[in-house]
Structure formats: C-alpha cells, structure tokens
C-alpha cells in the first residue's frame, strides 16, 4: 500500500532554514511527479509546490517562489523541501503528496512546522 | 494563477438531506490533452485530506455514491445526496490544469 512519511519539522526562528523529508513507499517512486501542500493552522490547504518525476520541473506557489527549494532522490524514494528564509507565515502542517495527472491522490500525515522567536 | 471560489464557506445540513456545494474557477480549467482536471477532498476533523472527486466526476474507489461531481469550463458542483454524520469536515475543490495548482477556500459542512 501506498505509504508517505514526513518528517523534520520543528519549531525554528524567524528567518532560519529547514529541510523537510518525505520517505515514500508502496508504489514506483520514480515514475510519480509529486507536491508539497501545506496547511496553516484552522487554515484552508495551500499548493506550495511540486517536483516532475524526474526532477526537471519544480513550479513553485509565488508565496515560497525563491525561499523554498524542492527535491528529489529517486534512489532513495525520498522527496524534500528546503525552507530558508522563514517567517511566521510559513507556520503549518505540511504534507507530502503523491500526484496523479491532475491530481493528488495520496496522502501524507503531515510535518508540523513552527515558526517563532 | 487560477483562483478557485468556493461557496457557501459554511453548511449547515440536516442528516439525510441532501447539500451542494459550488466552486467557480477565474480561468477555463480546460486542459490543453482535452481534460478537466477538477478535483474534490474531503478533510475530517484531524485527519489528512481525501481525495473523492477528480476529473470534475469520477469517484474515487471506496467513496460512497452520494458524493457526485459535475461541471464544465468554469463552474463546478459538489453533491451529496444524503447526508450523512460521517460527512462532517471541510471540503476543497482543486485545479491541476494550470501549472501552480489551486485550491477553493473549503467549505465547512456541519449538522444543524
């Protein structure tokens, strides 16, 4: 079965850096393009972004454009998002998904992130 | 970017009566291969997203045949014909046509 796993979140300062980690299992890795979605707390879900199965092609929400960097390791079935430049804004869960030509059909538990002094 | 406008944001409903919820994209949502790339989740309280409606109307596998999708271009609908208590949550809609996805508001559904 489909299995996604975040994790690296924390509580961080404003303006400091974090990576989060998504371990995927259960399916092909490597033949799936997949997203980063995020949700603020008692907040609707925001795309943030999303990363070609093969890596080439990362758009990005204009709310994290040139803060955050997504990433893949096709060999070790692992996504990540590098945060830099935090600010209390980017406080939510955030969950790794799966895309499905169009759409998102699986679902991780979610990485909390805090941001705060 | 697409802007994705759902209403209403709240939805009181008696069990077993049926609710509707509408999302109206700022851009066609047709894409380019000829798919409408419209999708539908469902979040309950304290749980990750579900994924019950993409392509405007196909139901995802286990979801019950209450929930049905339709429309076309711009405005789209979610409908529950029944509803029942397990339902409670919130409800997105979602394009993936256009590159930098978007997501509606979400609608609170709630039994009076």
């Known amino acids: 079965q489909v299995q996604l796993v975040e994790s690296g979140g924390g509580v961080v300062q404003p303006g400091r850096s974090l990576r989060l980690s998504c371990v995927a299992s259960?399916?092909?890795?490597?033949?799936?393009?997949m997203h980063w979605v995020r949700q603020a707390p008692a907040k609707g879900l925001e795309w943030v972004a999303l990363?070609?199965?093969?890596?080439?092609?990362?758009p990005y929400a204009d709310s994290v454009k040139g803060r955050f960097t997504i990433s893949r390791d096709n060999s070790k079935n692992t996504l990540y998002l590098q945060m830099n430049s935090l600010s209390v804004e980017d406080t939510a869960l955030y969950y790794c998904?799966?895309?499905?030509?169009?759409?998102?059909?699986?679902w991780g538990q979610g990485t909390l992130v805090t941001v705060s002094s | 970017d697409a802007v994705m406008t759902q209403s209403p944001l709240s939805l009181p409903v008696t069990l077993g009566q049926p609710a509707s919820i509408s999302c109206r994209s700022s851009?066609?949502?047709?894409?380019?291969?000829?798919?409408?790339?419209l999708n539908w989740f469902q979040q309950r309280p304290g749980q990750s997203p579900r994924r019950l409606i993409y392509?405007?109307?196909e139901r995802d596998s286990g979801v019950p045949d209450r929930f049905s999708g339709s429309g076309s271009g711009t405005d789209f609908t979610l409908k529950i014909s029944r509803v029942e208590a397990e339902d409670v949550g919130v409800y997105y809609c979602?394009?993936?046509?256009?590159?930098?996805?978007?997501f509606g508001q979400g609608t609170k559904v709630e039994i009076k």
């Open positions: 998904v799966r895309d499905q030509l169009g759409s998102l059909d699986y």
């Open positions: 259960g399916f092909t890795f490597n033949t799936y393009a």
């Open positions: 990363i070609s199965y093969d890596g080439r092609d990362k």
């Open positions: 851009q066609s949502l047709v894409h380019s291969d000829g798919n409408i790339y």
């Open positions: 392509k405007v109307s």
């Open positions: 979602m394009q993936g046509t256009h590159w930098r996805w978007t």
